[in-house]
């Protein structure tokens, strides 16, 4: 039984019990625990199911490596799955389910493939793919696909909030233990602006719960005091519960705060993901324990030495009142010592190692701790809980010399630093072979812009393991005189990758690797046998390593296995690589404050306001909403739009069209500029004039289109598409500064400064008549010119152009007095009729006058001639963007689809995107075409459906009638037309 | 002009630090040669103050000036003056090569004030803060859109964005400043 001991417990607070539940029934722990500490001081050992053989499992870590004990946490809005136990820390009214079993955590179905588990072998999934091919898809892939995944997806919208951070520091020192402690304490006082996160709730790390003096004072008291100078250094900034999860170039460093995971609900955000960038970081990181390989070591109540020590030091935990010990190296014996002192049993401490001397087994024996030298443990008794260990010789093949009762079992096969944050960023590791770890190797850092040094790792993460062997490194490294401390001397360990060296294959089977994902010493052996040298496609191939824990125990002893196998040094075969995070880190924390509102810019209108309050059924266009259509009381979108058009055609409508973009252009050389970005000559259009135009790219495709207007005798407003504003700026300063850098001309984006509305319908210029200030008169202004003045009260500039074919005039306003134009001009046109209408009005109206739109008849293969728009190509030019592509062989081909009106024979509308077929099939089976749909809509004013579309040698088809097959077998038939449907000559705008 | 309205009409949040909108602006671009002489008699005439630094921004009466880029100048003046100064500005670089624009209505601006204003901009713009200096000119980004910012005063500062997403601005603003989410 593990339970909560009466005495001790330096993190928890007795005074403030709190309660939860795991798997709906009640627990109690404390102020302090870990969700981990709490289950197992409520003498929950078991704790899930594996991924593949659904074998029971229990705590085996205390900190961020632990690999089983993941639950399901929180309810509804607040559930998330694969919560790691031991990092969450506990909160009042906490509810916990655990994973990965049906139909309950006791009694499992899907245990029977532990049964059948020779059946499972690594590299199963792989074999599945290739072999016989039919199964994959019948029989394998739906049986995976329901077991695959751990933890349950969550259904609600995240309660929660989210947000980011960015700072920035001189010196970023991760990790709070003793070794960042006292490295931050040396840059802090050198002047430098110092970051220090932890990524638990407490300073200090393991030496406190080592039970080391420094400077004469137990740990506890030193790290406090050093904190306590840190928290009063103005250069200094702390922040616990703060995970660095990835380092990438130039020193960014994402961090994972975690602010109120232990207070759900209490009004701040759940996580800040913090990006910062750091002048330099220190990894004070730590190491990791790693397991032994022993037959049954996946038994729930098999855990780390160093977690159980963590378990009864820090939270009056223990695992079993019975513990034995199984190490290669001294610093188990730590954990002996702590539980003998709060008066647990250790039957025996098991040594791999022929010959135990040391301070610290020397301090075990005397505490009338049965040390046994030169022993393994050839095999684990128990179910879901351990009842026993079996001993054997380490040298020899498991023959059972002595079986031993207990309860829990402590392993301890060496420490490994952690070297995730080094490695991120290119820092190389080396091969220590007397600890039997990688670590840091300076020589080969990760390095910043200069060439030099970004990373310092020091202490454990440097491969320093006792704390005097830390703090001096930190001394050596930082800076400043390391502080003294008690640490006992520790001989050295013997690598241990298997338990006894001579286990035979059915021990090997029990042997696990990664308890997570079920990869077994075997599982190893095989793959190296089918051929898996790389320890990556080893990794990928039994699964070794993957998932939520990305192989902090089982990378190591994997690869020395792999190494083993294959007959060659470790690190001949290296590691896999180390890739953010460093634990998963949550998908809020990635969105920050992006949701709901704000999840993206929404551009709006001057006017957006009075579109909302008046049934605007918006639509996106680039990152604006624009209305769609105005729907009335009971109006349905379709009806909305026809009743627009026919407004707009009969009286007057009006349109906001603020979000077109509005480009000024100007300089000695803005002319010259022009004419190389438009197809058609700008510099010769005369102050107050407008011309419509075409922009190509440099390879001569259509890229956007609009008005150009002349402002003065060196100055061009340009008009881009409402998508294409940012684009075509950004192409201007494009040429301008990178090309033609000695031609003189400005730009400005003038998009946002004005509001611009289209008053179209014949009765557009009695509208404007009403509002007055200004000579709107056929004379007065004429088609494709503009005037500026003050319209109703409002500063104004006038175009006389038309989108619509109709009488239009397009008026631009600061964008401060567009909202009051707007309403100035629905007030004024009351009496002629007039009607605000959308974008699909719009749409319908220019498609009727045989209009294009960029988007609808271009798509990037299109060029200007394709749309027989040769009209606003000038011939005279010696050059422009798009001219020498566009007399290319293939682009001036006369097998080119080209624009041509369409009407199907029954008056219906052809759908959207449909191809012309032609006779014949192509070289891979399908149906040759000649054509293809642009635009299509249903023609209120005509009362039929109308499209545009490209047809190889369209123009001279006239009258042909084509087949473009729809959905269903369904055969549409339309005949080639003119492109313009409605006043071809062209009276209705010109009056 | 009587008729002119800011996008969001001097909405106000108070949060642990205040995020208002601060309603029309006269602002206008200026793009030319910053080292011309004749640029800089006609800034100090329009602005009332000298051309400023790099990533610097002058102010001084309700007036002045911000350095944009190695070609751009933002030049501040009350709303209604505006117009006014562009024609003025026009006026005096005629014969220049040199853009001047009314930009007072494609923008909107904002102030954060508060002991902690500088926490709620620390979460959108990837800004050193602590570092800026007084009466430096930073352009920026606030979560998705451009931004340009300043510190207007002990515990305050303006943000400028395009007036198209101030209510953008404005729901990021206020979704930072929200009690419970103080950095420190």
């Known amino acids: 039984m593990s339970t ?66 993941l639950v399901g946490l929180g309810e509804g809005a607040r559930f998330e799955p694969n919560q790691r136990t031991t990092t969450t820390e506990l909160f009042d009214g906490a509810t916990m389910a655990s994973q990965n079993h049906w139909p309950s955590l006791e009694f499992d179905v899907g245990a029977i493939n532990n049964s059948f588990g020779r059946f499972l072998p690594g590299g199963f999934y792989y074999k599945t793919f290739m072999f016989p091919r039919f199964a994959w898809k019948h029989l394998f892939e739906p049986v995976i696909r329901r077991s695959a995944g751990l933890g349950k997806v969550p259904k609600d919208r995240d309660a929660d909030r989210y947000e980011y951070a960015y700072a920035f520091a001189d010196l970023v020192v991760v990790g709070g233990g003793i070794a960042g402690i006292a490295a931050a304490l040396e840059a802090g006082k050198a002047g430098k602006r110092v970051l220090l996160i932890e990524q638990t709730a407490h300073w200090g790390g393991r030496a406190p719960v080592d039970g080391v003096e420094i400077d004469g004072k137990p740990a506890d008291e030193w790290v406090n005091k050093t904190v306590e100078i840190l928290g009063k250094m103005e250069n200094v900034t702390l922040r616990l519960r703060t995970m660095a999860s990835g380092l990438y170039d130039h020193g960014y460093l994402l961090a994972y705060e975690r602010i109120a995971d232990h207070a759900p609900g209490d009004g701040r955000p759940r996580h800040r993901l913090w990006r910062i960038r750091a002048g330099h970081v220190v990894t004070a990181t730590g190491a990791i324990e790693r397991p032994l390989s022993f037959a049954g070591n996946d038994i729930p109540g098999v855990m780390l030495a160093g977690a159980v020590r963590d378990y009864v030091v820090n939270w009056a935990v223990s695992p079993g009142d019975r513990t034995v010990i199984v190490t290669n190296n001294d610093d188990a014996y730590r954990t002996a010592l702590a539980l003998v002192e709060a008066g647990l049993i250790v039957p025996a401490v098991i040594d791999a190692r022929a010959h135990v001397k040391g301070a610290l087994p020397e301090a075990a024996r005397a505490r009338g701790i049965r040390v046994l030298e030169g022993r393994g443990i050839a095999k684990v008794k128990g179910g879901k809980r351990v009842t026993g260990v079996s001993i054997c010789a380490q040298a020899g093949e498991g023959a059972e010399l002595e079986f031993i009762d ?83 001397a520790e001989s050295a360990l013997e690598p241990v990758w298997v338990m006894p060296q001579g286990a035979g294959p059915a021990l090997r089977m029990k042997m696990w690797l990664d308890p997570q994902n079920d990869v077994k010493v075997s599982d190893v052996q ?31 002893n994997g690869l020395a296995i792999l190494s083993d196998s294959l007959s060659q040094a470790i690190p001949q075969t290296g590691t896999t690589t180390f890739r953010p995070p460093y634990t998963p880190i949550s998908m809020g924390a990635i969105a920050g404050e992006a949701r709901g509102e704000i999840f993206q810019p929404l551009r709006k209108s001057p006017m957006d306001e009075w579109h909302a309050a008046n049934g605007a059924y918006f639509e996106p266009v680039g990152l604006w909403r624009r209305p769609y259509c105005y729907q009335r009381p009971g109006e349905g979108v379709h009806e909305a739009v026809n009743r627009e058009i026919g407004n707009a055609r009969s009286k007057v409508g009006m349109l906001d069209a603020s979000t077109l973009g509005k480009l000024v252009v100007k300089g000695p050389d803005a002319g010259k500029f022009l004419d190389m970005l438009y197809t058609g000559v700008m510099s010769t259009l005369p102050v107050g004039k407008c011309r419509y135009g075409l922009m190509c790219t440099e390879n001569g495709f259509l890229s956007d289109d609009g008005v150009v207007v002349r402002l003065s005798e060196d100055t061009w407003l340009c008009h881009t598409t409402s998508g294409g504003a940012d684009r075509i700026h950004g192409w201007m300063e494009d040429w301008l500064q990178c090309e033609w850098w000695d031609w003189k001309v400005y730009t400005a984006n003038l998009t946002e400064e004005y509001a611009q509305i289209a008053v179209a319908g014949p009765n557009a210029r009695k509208v404007l008549e009403k509002l007055g200030g200004m000579d709107v008169s056929a004379a007065g202004l004429p088609a494709m010119e503009w005037r500026e003045g003050v319209l109703g009260g409002c500063r104004a500039r006038i175009y006389r152009i038309s989108f619509s074919g109709e009488l239009s005039y397009e008026i631009a306003v600061p964008a401060s007095e567009g909202l009051a134009l707007w309403k100035a001009l629905s007030a004024a046109g009351e009496e002629f009729g007039v009607m605000p209408y959308g974008t699909e009005a719009m749409h319908i109206m220019r498609a009727e006058k045989g209009f294009i739109m960029i988007g609808d008849e271009t798509d990037g293969t299109v060029i200007p001639q394709d749309l027989n728009l040769n009209w606003a190509i000038s011939k005279k030019k010696a050059d422009y963007l798009g001219k020498r592509a566009q007399e290319r062989s293939h682009m001036a081909s006369p097998e080119r689809w080209k624009l041509v009106g369409l009407e199907t024979l029954d008056g219906s509308v052809l759908p959207d995107g449909v191809y012309a077929v032609a006779e014949g099939v192509n070289a891979n089976g399908q149906r040759n075409v000649q054509g293809r749909v642009t635009s299509t809509y249903f023609s209120p004013t005509l009362g039929k459906g109308i499209a545009m579309g490209l047809v190889r040698h369209g123009p001279e088809r006239m009258g042909e009638v084509l087949d473009f097959p729809g959905d269903g077998g369904k055969v549409h038939k339309a005949r080639i037309v003119d492109q313009v449907f409605y006043d071809k000559e062209g009276a209705k705008q010109n009056v | 002009m009587s008729n002119a309205v800011s996008a969001l009409q001097g909405k106000t949040y108070a949060g642990f630090a205040t995020v208002t909108e601060a309603g029309l602006q006269g602002m206008i671009t200026l793009r030319g040669d910053l080292s011309s002489a004749k640029v800089k008699k006609a800034v100090k005439a329009a602005a009332g103050v ?54 007072s209505d494609a923008r909107a601006m904002f102030r954060v004030k508060g002991a902690r204003a500088d926490q709620v901009l620390m979460k959108l713009c990837p800004v050193d803060l602590p570092s800026l200096a007084e009466g430096e000119l930073r352009r920026t980004r606030a979560a998705q859109v451009a931004a340009a910012l300043w510190k207007s005063d002990r515990d305050e500062f303006t943000i400028v964005s395009f007036r198209s997403v101030a209510s953008y601005v404005f729901g990021a603003l206020e979704t930072s400043a929200r009690p419970g989410s103080e950095i420190s």
């Not at chain 1, 290119?426 to 200069?450: C, H, N, Q, S, Y």
């Open chain 2, 50 to 103: 000298d051309v400023p630094a790099q990533r610097r921004i002058v102010l001084k009466d309700g007036k002045g000036a911000g350095w944009m880029s190695p070609d751009e100048l933002l030049i501040l003046v009350p709303y209604a003056e505006a117009r006014a100064a562009v024609d003025a500005l026009s006026a005096a670089l005629a014969g220049e090569h040199a853009l001047v624009a009314d930009v």
């Open chain 1, 406 to 488: 207990c309860d829990a079992v402590a392993m301890s096969g060496g420490w490994s630093p952690v070297v995730h944050l080094w490695s991120h960023c290119g820092g190389k590791l080396v091969w220590d072979e007397a600890r039997a770890m990688f670590r840091p190797d300076a020589a080969r850092p990760p390095t910043g812009e200069d060439g030099k040094a970004m990373v310092t790792a020091v202490g454990s993460a440097n491969g320093a393991l006792t704390a005097d062997e830390v703090l001096a490194d930190v001394a050596a490294q930082i800076g400043g005189k390391a502080a003294r401390t008690d640490a006992a």
């Open chain 1, 526 to 556: 095989l793959a190296a046998r089918e051929g898996y040298h790389s320890v990556e496609h080893t990794k990928r191939y039994t699964t070794l390593g993957m998932a939520t824990d990305q192989g902090k125990l089982s990378n190591i």
């Open chain 1, 4 to 69: 909560r001991l009466h005495r001790g417990g330096r993190l928890i607070d007795r005074a403030k019990p709190l309660s939860f539940t795991f798997n709906g029934r009640r627990m109690k722990g404390y102020q302090g625990d870990t969700l981990a500490s709490a289950l197992l001081g409520a003498d929950q050992m078991l704790l899930g199911r594996s991924f593949k053989y659904h074998r029971p499992r229990g705590l085996v870590a205390s900190g961020a490596e632990e690999p089983n004990a």
